[in-house]
């Protein structure tokens, strides 16, 4: 249960415990908070389901993707959360990157696009993805085929405003 399910509960209860109060006839009384319920829950914000919520989430890490490829920068930061907390790793049998802020991600992309200008071509994806949702985060699970074998892919995914971002990438080949 969200925090806004629970201020919306606790607001119901304060509202009908303040109705319960009102000098209204005892026959009045119950059609009247009836009446109170009905309008309290119709109000209610719609929720996503499971299936659009990773959906949205499909699209982010697909668009970030996208965006790499073309080197389109601006577009490609916008995919991503630049909360103290976000992450990027990159691991192989030999070698080991870490970056631990937005700022170290985002110099890492600058300069890998400026060293590489030409966009590349859109990997061909049919991975199959195993989401763990979670209220406002989640993680994501993938394998893809790398020129040495399986690549395995984690992404933490966090919601910011609607809208579903990378928080930390990690990718193991």
Same mark, same amino acid.
């Given at each position: ?11 119901? $209860?304060? =509202? ?31 929720? %996503? ?5 990773? %959906? ?35 691991? !192989? /049998?030999?070698? $080991? ?6 700022? /170290? ?17 859109? *990997? ?10 979670? #209220? ?9 085929? !790398? /020129?040495? !074998? *399986? #690549? ?7 919601? %910011?405003? %609607?809208?579903?971002? =990378? ?7």
């Amino acid at each position: 249960m969200t925090f806004f399910h629970l201020f919306s509960l606790s607001r119901l $209860f304060t =509202i009908l415990h303040l109705a319960y109060k009102l000098p209204l006839d005892k026959n009045m009384r119950l059609p009247y908070l009836l009446f109170l319920c009905i309008c309290l829950t119709a109000c209610q914000p719609a929720t %996503e389901s499971t299936e659009q919520t990773k %959906e949205k989430i499909i699209e982010t890490l697909q668009l970030e993707t996208k965006y790499f490829c073309e080197r389109n920068l601006a577009s490609w930061q916008d995919q991503w959360s630049y909360e103290p907390f976000v992450s990027k790793i990159y691991a !192989g /049998e030999k070698d $080991f990157e870490e970056f631990t802020t937005w700022n /170290e991600i985002n110099q890492f992309t600058v300069d890998h696009i400026a060293e590489f200008p030409d966009p590349i071509p859109l *990997p061909v994806s049919d991975q199959k993805y195993d989401i763990h949702l979670f #209220v406002e985060t989640a993680w994501v699970f993938y394998t893809k085929k !790398g /020129e040495k !074998g *399986p #690549v395995k892919e984690t992404r933490f995914m966090v919601k %910011e405003e %609607e809208k579903w971002k =990378i928080a930390r990438m990690q990718t193991i080949y």
